[in-house]
């Protein structure tokens, strides 16, 4: 959450920091400012709203500076407005911020009460005056910054700027990511390696409790204790594809047509037996129990895994909701135990924190992670790349079928290492696997079919989704996935649970998606919708041809997905949610890949 980006260069960069803004406005877009130093003075612009608003201000006038930060906020104190924009500033100092001051309040009162002006109503501004009292004490702008990083509780990653060295920016990691790199034109800092693609090859991933001075053309980093230190370094890939639409009129219908080629990644890196299971910090055989963790989508891709874990490999499985876990009371961990962490950015903030009390408790880790170069796959025992490519839209959409695609290939690798599955089984969820690129594309191919079903939710009010079995966490997604882009109140619920309450929110018309599938549990589930369509809902059915047949007569919609093996079938019917909460969306006017309140990397609690 909150963007950071900072440049020095022979010539100005306002420009520079509005395209590393652009690139990093998923990580939030209440509102966007820059700093620059004019004239040895700083100078500040800002705008609410999407970086294109701060673009707007930046060409009409033109900061000069060649040295400059620059922010795009996900507010977390304080309403979106240009007041409680960043950059934040004291006398002669400049500061944006990414992540959470825990002890803000008793900071502002202190300084409030030895007189420093502060005007906004971010955590954020304390963190300026504390670097311009250490300042005043006679501290160099790093010892400043250092002394203000060890009064600040919580974690954040900083960038700042100081009229009395207009030629160095200064960036501060604890607990938020931040990468700082030189290029052919300068130096430059970035909450995300992604945001300097084509201003340079290499940067270096800053550790925590990691200052790094940044000059035109040098990079020092220091930890704390001010030795100067070598960090890792990644590469940075060239070029701007993954912010091309590619012909597409938003970035998730971009990437939910994306699918396919993922899926086909996926069966080059992971196809075969045993592949995967070279990635597990533990042996197969030696594994107990599997206990995944993750938050919003990644949720419900483990929570159909759990399914696969149990069913399959005979293990038993069990999910977590990361911001649950992380505080709830635990036994000690017992022999056997694997804790899978799942996460697209690798940066959420609960997620981490289960990771660290994991292995505080010596728990094997695994990370399951679409950004390679994060904090999840940095830190976890291991890692499996999900290859999924970068994920623009807020939505997750590409990066939940990487996960159900290797996650399906986990459980099927570790059943099989167990000997707890019959060998043709084995096979022929394998197979099904294989031909998951031509499924997807198969699955998507009704998009006609999503787009009139979403004219008929464009004034609807809310939606139920219900399913059971593995297609259950595939309502659940279905209705995130609605609510996320279309402001529509939709739940998911497990069919069986329908007349234990939420049954008396069916009245006459309300829509209901119902997944249903050939399979042990259809004619369950048909009962379920059957009683629900006795008081008036209005049913579309998603299934295979065997599901949709069953409930011909009871639905007034139905969404066909491809006969498949009823191991996938939860990764076949997520597809036409996607495209039906896209569609609702795009029908309803909304930003779609930009939806209100929300952000892609969830780096706060
Ligand atoms: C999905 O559409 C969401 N925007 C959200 O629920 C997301 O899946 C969640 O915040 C977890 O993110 P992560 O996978 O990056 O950890």
């Known amino acids: 959450m909150c963007g950071i980006f900072g440049a020095v260069a022979g010539a100005p960069v306002a420009d520079t920091l509005v395209e590393g803004l652009r690139r990093l406005e998923y990580r939030g877009y209440d509102s966007a400012g820059v700093a620059t130093i004019e004239s040895g003075g700083l100078r500040r612009l800002c705008a609410v709203g999407r970086v294109g608003s701060l673009a707007e201000r930046v ?55 030895a007189g420093c002006a502060l005007r906004s109503d971010t955590d954020t501004e304390v ?5 311009a009292r250490n300042m005043a004490a006679g501290n160099s702008v790093e010892d400043a910054l250092r002394t203000t990083d060890r009064t600040l509780e919580g974690s954040y990653a900083v960038a700042a700027l100081h009229e009395r060295d207009p030629d160095t920016l200064y960036g501060l990691r604890r607990g938020s990511p931040l ?81 396919p080629r993922v899926a086909a990644l996926i ?89 660290k009390r994991l292995k505080e408790a010596g728990t094997p880790t695994l990370g399951l992670v679409n950004v390679v170069h994060s904090t999840l796959a940095r830190e976890a025992d291991s890692f499996v790349p999900l290859h999924a490519g970068v ?23 570790i059943a099989d290492r167990r000997r707890g599955l019959r060998q043709d089984h084995v096979l022929s969820c394998l197979r099904a696997l294989e031909q998951m690129p031509n499924t997807i594309t198969a699955a998507l191919h009704n998009e006609s079919a999503v787009q009139a079903l979403a004219e008929t939710f464009r004034d609807a009010r809310s939606a139920l989704f219900v399913a059971r079995g593995p297609l259950f966490p595939i309502a659940l997604e279905g209705a995130l996935k609605l609510k996320e882009t279309s402001y529509i109140h939709a739940e998911g619920f497990a069919a069986g649970e329908l007349k234990h309450g ?20 259809l004619d369950k ?50 597809l036409p949610l996607q495209l039906l909460a896209y569609h609702a969306a795009v029908q309803r006017g909304l930003d779609v890949d930009r939806p209100r309140n929300l952000a892609k990397s969830v780096t706060v609690e």
């Open 127 to 131: 963190i300026p005056w504390l670097v």
């Open 267 to 355: 069966n080059d890196c992971y196809g075969g037996i045993g592949v995967l299971s070279n990635f597990l910090p533990v042996a197969p055989a030696h594994i107990r129990r599997i206990t995944m963790i993750a938050c919003g989508t990644s949720f419900y891709a483990a929570s159909v895994a759990k399914r696969w874990f149990e069913s399959l490999a005979g293990i038993r499985a069990d999910v977590e909701i990361a911001s649950e876990y992380r505080y709830r009371p635990l036994p000690p961990a017992e022999p056997g135990e694997l804790a899978i962490l799942i996460s697209q950015s690798g940066e959420t903030a609960d997620t981490l924190a289960c990771l």
């Open 502 to 521: 939420p049954i008396a929110l069916v009245e006459d018309g309300t829509p209901v998606v119902a997944l249903a599938c050939s399979g042990d549990l």
């Open 391 to 413: 994920e623009n839209g807020v939505a997750s959409t590409k990066a939940f079928i990487a996960q159900l695609l290797v996650l399906a290939r986990l459980a099927v690798d």
């Open 59 to 113: 060409a009409t006038e033109h900061p000069a500076g060649n040295i400059g930060i620059a922010h795009t906020r996900w507010a977390t104190h304080g309403k979106p407005s240009e007041r409680n924009s960043h950059p934040h500033m004291a006398p002669g100092v400049a500061v944006v911020h990414n992540g959470i001051v825990e002890n803000h309040r008793a900071l502002r009162s202190e300084l409030s009460a």
């Open 525 to 574: 589930t048909g009962s379920n919708i059957r009683e629900i369509a006795a008081r008036g809902a209005r049913i579309t059915v998603v299934g295979d041809r065997g599901g949709i047949l069953s409930l011909m007569d009871v639905a007034v919609g139905a969404l066909t997905i491809p006969n498949c093996e009823e191991f996938v079938q939860p990764i076949v019917s997520v």
């Open 179 to 259: 990468v700082a790199a030189i290029g052919p034109q300068g130096g430059y800092l970035a909450s995300d390696a992604n945001a300097l693609a084509g201003l340079v090859t290499q940067a270096v991933c800053l550790e925590d409790g990691d200052l790094a001075e940044v000059h035109r053309d040098r990079l020092v980093v220091r930890d704390a204790e001010g030795a100067t230190v070598d960090r890792r370094l990644i590469a940075v890939e060239h070029g701007t594809s993954s912010l091309d639409l590619g012909g597409h009129a938003h970035y998730m219908l971009k990437e939910i047509y994306d699918q």
